[in-house]
């Protein structure tokens, strides 16, 4: 029972890990999104009525991507229920990441609003403590899993390459982020 238990914990851990990592890669591709599309007015018109709002009214502004998605996650679910597996998984994985992109735009706008409401603090200081939290439960996991991938990259005559061109394409990513 005590293994199934800690089996428990260390999924629920890697679950939450793998929606902050979600959430930290999204906002800055939202974000570019955003200024790659001719709504640099529609940006600035969100951000000044954000401003405007009081803090319990940016709080529910988070409501609204999740009422929004709510009609597509219940396609998602007839496409189960008519077994067309492929289109559902796809369809709640595109619903999952415009969610989470969105609400990641959203804070990013209104977090200091957020963080005048007490409750949302602590909501917010507990969040972060949990997130730290999964990186020391799963942190034996992912050495193990770094090293294994770097044994592997050795074995295959892979590592410097492979690192050259993964540094060539972060640099690559970050330029085309500045730009625009």
Same mark, same amino acid.
Request: hydrophobic share 65%; proline share 4%; with cysteine.
């Given at each position: 029972?005590?293994?199934?238990?800690?089996? $428990?914990?260390?999924?629920?851990?890697?679950?939450?890990?793998?929606?902050?990592?979600?959430?930290?890669?999204?906002?800055?591709?939202?974000?570019?999104?955003?200024?790659?599309?001719?709504?640099?007015?529609?940006?600035?018109?969100?951000?000044?009525?954000? =401003?405007? %709002?009081?803090? %319990?009214?940016?709080? +529910?502004?988070?409501?609204?991507?999740?009422?929004?998605?709510?009609?597509?996650?219940?396609?998602?679910?007839?496409?189960?229920?008519? =077994?067309?597996?492929?289109?559902?998984?796809?369809?709640?994985?595109?619903?999952k990441?415009?969610?989470?992109?969105?609400?990641?735009?959203? $804070?990013?706008?209104?977090?200091?609003?957020?963080?005048?409401?007490?409750?949302?603090?602590?909501?917010?200081?507990?969040?972060?403590?949990?997130?730290?939290?999964?990186?020391? =439960?799963?942190?034996p996991?992912?050495?193990?899993?770094? +090293?294994?991938?770097?044994?592997?990259?050795?074995?295959l005559?892979?590592?410097?390459?492979?690192?050259?061109?993964?540094v060539?394409?972060?640099?690559?990513?970050?330029?085309?982020?500045?730009?625009?």
């Amino acid at each position: 029972m005590r293994r199934l238990l800690k089996l $428990f914990w260390f999924v629920l851990a890697v679950l939450f890990l793998v929606e902050a990592w979600l959430w930290d890669r999204l906002a800055p591709v939202i974000a570019a999104i955003v200024r790659l599309l001719p709504w640099v007015a529609w940006k600035a018109t969100v951000a000044a009525a954000v =401003e405007r %709002l009081p803090p %319990l009214a940016a709080a +529910a502004l988070f409501a609204v991507p999740a009422g929004l998605l709510l009609p597509v996650k219940f396609l998602a679910l007839w496409l189960f229920a008519q =077994e067309h597996w492929i289109s559902a998984v796809a369809l709640l994985v595109l619903a999952k990441i415009l969610g989470l992109g969105v609400t990641a735009f959203l $804070f990013d706008l209104c977090r200091d609003k957020l963080l005048l409401l007490p409750w949302f603090a602590w909501v917010y200081v507990r969040v972060l403590a949990l997130r730290d939290w999964a990186h020391r =439960e799963t942190e034996p996991a992912r050495r193990a899993i770094r +090293a294994a991938a770097a044994g592997m990259r050795r074995r295959l005559g892979l590592d410097g390459r492979l690192r050259r061109r993964l540094v060539l394409l972060r640099l690559r990513a970050r330029r085309f982020g500045r730009a625009t």
